[in-house]
Structures are given as structure tokens and as C-alpha cells.
């Protein structure tokens, strides 16, 4: 069993910057495909950025590509994300996921299915 937990969510003004991390236990984060999700209120969850288990290939959203940048660290089984140029749009529940499919179909995935979650960190953008 995979743990995720998310954490560094909080309240920013429009154009400025955080950084999401996500604690991996129970298994070697290596093992998984890692990616970062977010769901706005009323809106269905969609997928943000993927990052490969090695961390050589990443996938980003049309959206947050540009602005936001997914990373992993192995040996402290940990994954980022570096959310710059924020604006009120990326306000939402922000979830990590660890799958074990190839990180290619874990991003295109329209379901945006993941095997596991994490509880989700709150990003608020203010104006």
C-alpha cells in the first residue's frame, strides 16, 4: 500500500509562486509513475503535469505549461510541483497521484484515474 501526502498549499496573489510537494511511503517512489491532479469547485478533476519514474520525461496540461514545473527526488521519495505566474484559474484542490501504468497513458488518461491518492492541499489565488 501507497501513502501520499501533499503538502505547501496556501493562500497567493495573482502572479506569484508555490511549491506543492508530495511524500511518498509504504513503497519506493521509483516503483511509480507520479503525477499532480487538481479539481476546482464544480468542476471535474483534471490533470495537471506527469513525471516519469526515472524523471526524465514529464507531461504538462496546455495550461500550466510554461508556468509550472513537476519534479521528483527518489532518494528522499518525494515529487514537486513549482507552480509560478499563478492566476485564478489554478485555484483548486490540488491531489498527487502514483500509478502504475507508463507515465505516457497515465497523462493522456481521460478518466484521470490514478492508483493511488493522495488527500489533496488547497491552492487559493487571489486577485
Known amino acids: 500500500q501507497v501513502q501520499l501526502v501533499e503538502s505547501g498549499g496556501g493562500l497567493v496573489q495573482a502572479g506569484g509562486s508555490l511549491r506543492l510537494s508530495c511524500a511518498v511511503s509504504g513503497r519506493t517512489s521509483s516503483t511509480y509513475a507520479m503525477g499532480w491532479f487538481r479539481q476546482a469547485p464544480g468542476k471535474e478533476r483534471e490533470f495537471v503535469a506527469a513525471?516519469?519514474?526515472?524523471?526524465?520525461?514529464?507531461y504538462y496540461a496546455d495550461s500550466v505549461k510554461g508556468r509550472f514545473t513537476i519534479s521528483r527526488d527518489n532518494a528522499k521519495n518525494m515529487v514537486y510541483l513549482e507552480m509560478n505566474s499563478l492566476s485564478l484559474e489554478d485555484t483548486a484542490v490540488y491531489y498527487c497521484?502514483?500509478?502504475?501504468?507508463?507515465?505516457?497513458?497515465?497523462?493522456?488518461?481521460?478518466?484521470?484515474?490514478?492508483?493511488?491518492w493522495g488527500q489533496g492541499t488547497q491552492v487559493t489565488v487571489s486577485s
Open positions: 497521484g502514483a500509478d502504475n501504468r507508463a507515465t505516457r497513458d497515465y497523462a493522456a488518461d481521460r478518466a484521470r484515474a490514478s492508483s493511488y
Open positions: 513525471i516519469s519514474r526515472g524523471g526524465g520525461s514529464t
